[in-house]
């Protein structure tokens, strides 16, 4: 059998220093790129898309448990339809206000998408790791278990948190602000489970793809969300930091940020919104009640009506969704 690197779960090979997988000994138990990004946080361009992930779900059967791993922050969940068998792990839960209740993020999740079976987490606070635990051995006995959750969902991180806690090691899969760092299945033992974690899904429009490391560090929050909310009214631009810029038309309105506490959110003025107007942009019509949501980013409440015209220098994923809370 072909050796894998236990960090990514790519082939092992020594034959060509410029493809994944490669080793310059065959002791060697990671893979050059995941040895750089764990000891420098260097990375590599990869050569593997969305296809090759796709072929390894196909694999997965409506019988095996699939734990869809989803950050809370933006709460991708495209994926989820593709599965029968659904353990959906919510990540992340020390970066939003304590005040949000997890019953209520439980029950708009259960609504929105009819799923039964929801944890919420945080791997950073050990929070729920035993219910999540303790539901994986009850529901997953017999089944293959498999991990699945889009590119910075946390879910690397979390089950390298779960090896710690139950196992008393360190966990060993590479975790990384960059995406697509997992890059083939990894064969995992966690207490008396024996999972299988898969490649991040690449959201191929989200900002993190145009960013450098250092820009990526500052969008991922390690701390609490302290929420900024302005009040408007009339015609007006908000500038998240320098990703986008929200220009909006409305009677009367509140935003919310739920944003990493080291971008900067301003309001600025009419005569001052020249910057990135020449940028790319898109309008929305946000009715009553509704979220903005930008992947890997965060979301943007809003309490009544309004049309919003966003401008931005890259490629971004935007949604709107009823609001979380």
Known sequence: MNKKCIGCGIILQEENKLMDGY??????????????IKNYG?????????E????IFNNISDNDLVVYVSSLLTLNLDYVKRFKNILLVLTKRDILPKSVKNEKI????????????????????KVNLDVLYNKLEKIGKGKKIYFVGSTNSGKSTLINE???SYNGIDGEITVSSFPSTTLSTIDVKIGNLDI?????????DSIINFLDLKSIKRLNSKKEIKPITFQIKGNGSILLDQLCRIDYDTDISSMTFYVANSLNVDKISLNNNIRMLNYKSSTYNISNDQDLVIEDVGFIKFTNPVKIKLYYKDNISVRI?????
Not at 42 to 50: A, F, M, S, Y
Not at 52 to 55: G, Q, S, V
Not at 113 to 121: A, E, M, P, S, T
């Open 23 to 36: 080793i310059s000994s065959s002791d060697h138990r990671l893979c050059e790129r995941c040895f750089k």
């Open 196 to 204: 299988i974690d898969t490649p991040g899904i690449v959201c191929e």
């Open 106 to 125: 439980v029950n708009y999740v259960s609504t929105i998408y009819n799923i039964k079976d929801v944890v919420v987490v945080s791997a950073f606070k």
């Open 42 to 50: 260097q990375n590599k361009v990869i050569l593997t898309g969305n």
């Open 321 to 325: 969704r009823d609001n979380l809370i």
């Open 162 to 164: 779960m090896i710690k």
């Open 52 to 55: 090759d992930y796709l072929k």
